[in-house]
């Protein structure tokens, strides 16, 4: 069986009441890490997070308030994170803002400033606020996985995908642009691109129920993925960016 070393690891989530923060909080857990739990506005889902996911003692996860748009906030977050267990060995940046509607119809020319600059300018500055807080101390503890979950992959000509793709681009060369730096210190850096995601099962459907073939990830699949990349199994995966097509 793979040891993934993950066991009394420490792991920061951000974004952890969402689908992926939330499957990737309990692939951890389930891997014997404690879990830091970042939250944005739901505090009674993160904290029942907490409680499902601390274990007899009470003490292997806890819920922290986290804020995209404040840029004190990555620093606190993990300050919190090293105070209440001594480090951080693992960050999970599933944290990311969304944009407003964009009209299915709307020429690119036309699309407001309001609608794209959450999903490009709020890809990035949240991440790497996070990542220079986090890689300070993994770098002085000379082990360290970090793991940034890019905005979803759409298909070409979708709506929206420019805008997208941008993101993913940038996430995936802050990664890259890092190698360099941080490898020698051993920390090792991703970016996890999901790719389209199945629609939620429904309440009626009976056992069995499978997705169609259209739809290919799920958030445990993604999570799968993010606790191999962030284990002491992967040795030498750095600066790539992973694309979870699953299907086609």
């Avoid at 105070?83 to 690119?108: I, N, T």
């Avoid at 070409?156 to 681009?169: C, K, Q, Y």
Wanted: overall charge neutral.
């Amino acid at each position: 069986m793979l040891d993934l070393g993950l066991e009394g690891r420490t792991v920061l989530v951000t974004g952890a009441t969402g689908a992926i923060g939330s499957a990737a909080a309990r692939a951890f857990a389930e891997q014997g890490a404690r879990v830091a739990l970042a939250f944005r506005h739901r505090r009674e889902a993160a904290e029942a997070l907490a409680v499902e996911l601390s274990g007899p003692d009470r003490g292997r996860a806890f819920a922290v308030p986290y804020a995209l748009d404040d840029a004190a906030s990555p620093r606190w977050v993990v300050a919190a994170v090293e105070e209440h267990w001594g480090g951080l060995d693992v960050l999970v940046a599933a944290a990311r803002r969304r944009g407003a509607r964009r009209e299915p119809h709307a020429r690119f020319e036309d699309v407001p400033e309001e609608h794209w600059r959450p999903l490009v300018a709020g890809a990035f500055a949240p991440a790497i606020r996070t990542v220079q807080w986090a890689v300070a101390g993994m770098r002085k503890r000379g082990w360290g996985r970090i793991a940034l979950v890019a905005p979803p992959h759409v298909p070409g000509g979708d709506p929206g995908g420019e805008f997208h793709g941008v993101a993913r681009a940038g996430l995936g060369g802050l990664v890259r642009g890092l190698v360099g730096e941080v490898g020698g210190d051993g920390v090792l850096l991703n970016a996890v691109c999901p790719g389209p995601t199945p629609p939620d099962r429904p309440p009626t459907a009976p056992e069995g129920f499978t997705t169609p073939e259209s739809s290919t990830t799920s958030p445990e699949d993604i999570a799968r993925a993010l606790v191999f990349l962030c284990s002491a199994a992967n040795g030498a995966i750095t600066g790539e960016t992973l694309t979870l097509a699953g299907r086609r």
